[in-house]
Every structure is written in C-alpha cells, then in structure tokens.
C-alpha cells in the first residue's frame, strides 16, 4: 500500500507562507490526492485542497486564493502551498488520496502566531 510523508511544516507568523510537501512510497498518478487539515486533536480531519489526475483543483472556501495545491506524479510527490497565513490555518496537516484514503502518515504541524 503506498505510504505518505509529508514536510514543510513550521511556525509562521500571520500573513506569512509555507510550502508542505508530500512524498509518496509509489505511483499516485491515478489517484485523486487531497491535503487534509486537522485542527486539534481529536477532531476529524477535513480535506483543505484536492487535486484530480488531470490537475483539476478544487479548495475549501476557507482557504481559497490562499492555498495552491500541485502535484509531480513522475516524482510522486503532492505540494501545498500556503500564502497568507492565518491563526485558524493552524493544525496538523496530512496527504492522502481523496475520499478513499490510504493509511495515513504522520502529518506536518503548521502554528501559525504572533
């Protein structure tokens, strides 16, 4: 089963950028991947970005023209980018393929504060 990594994660000031990265154990290039956001522990995980096999994107109303999600299916790998960071973009932030998901990885914390 493929696995994920994901990096890129830190502490931010407000209004400032980050770029997460996902690097997956094998082909993804079928899959419809998704960047998930979980904001605290114990709450569930919701998907923030989703981009198709094709490259179609689709974001969540809360981050759109903020986040950019892109992907490399020959390296295997599935960006994040974050601009304008806010406080309630905090949490932990995962990839996985979208709706059907794999098994997940460990995350990469974003802690966005003054």
């Known amino acids: 089963q493929v696995q994920f990594v994901e990096s890129g994660g830190g502490l931010v000031q407000p209004g400032g950028s980050l770029r997460l990265s996902c690097a997956a154990s094998?082909?993804?290039?079928?899959?419809?991947m998704a960047w998930y956001r979980q904001q605290a522990p114990g709450n569930q995980r919701a998907s923030v970005a989703?981009?198709?096999?094709?490259?179609?994107?689709n974001y969540a109303d809360s981050v759109k023209g903020r986040f950019t999600i892109s992907r490399d299916n020959a390296k295997n790998l599935v960006y994040l980018q974050i601009d304008s960071l806010k406080p309630e973009d905090t949490g932990v932030y995962y990839c996985?393929?979208?709706?059907?998901?794999?098994?997940w990885g460990q995350g990469t914390q974003v802690t966005v504060s003054s």
């Open positions: 094998g082909s993804i290039s079928i899959y419809t």
């Open positions: 996985n393929r979208y709706i059907s998901t794999l098994q």
């Open positions: 989703v981009i198709d096999n094709g490259g179609g994107t």
